[in-house]
């Protein structure tokens, strides 16, 4: 199993940026993807963007495209997935987590095998 760790959030203001990152320890493999989710209060959770490492494909949620940018540094069991948030919304405000599966990225929560803690991020209007 892939041990996921979230870093990186904090409070900021609408308009302005934050970058997450996730670290990973234990064996990853080529077929793994990684993505980021997301849950805000009385809400589900939601996928944000995700990256295979196979093929560096990434893919984003309507809701986040052209300001939210999802990349990756790949090292022998120390792959780091990084979310640049950008333009930040107060609709942004949510805990953010990683997530890692074997296969491409998906958006459905059941489909990964490999979580974080999550990380809050609040966004102030």
């Known amino acids: 199993q892939v041990h996921l760790v979230e870093s990186g959030g904090g409070l900021v203001q609408a308009g302005g940026s934050l970058r997450l990152s996730c670290a990973t320890s234990g064996p990853t493999f080529s077929a793994y993807a990684m993505a980021w989710f997301r849950q805000a209060p009385g809400k589900e959770r939601e996928f944000v963007g995700g990256l295979s490492w196979a093929d560096s494909i990434t893919r984003y949620a309507d809701s986040v495209k052209d300001r939210f940018t999802v990349s990756g540094d790949g090292a022998k069991d120390k792959d780091t997935l990084y979310l640049q948030m950008s333009s930040l919304k107060a609709e942004d405000t949510a805990v953010y987590y990683c997530?890692?599966?074997?296969?491409?990225?998906?958006?459905?929560?059941?489909?990964?095998?490999?979580w974080g803690q999550g990380t809050q991020v609040t966004v102030s209007s």
């Open positions: 997530a890692g599966r074997l296969g491409g990225v998906v958006t459905t929560v059941p489909q990964y095998a490999d």
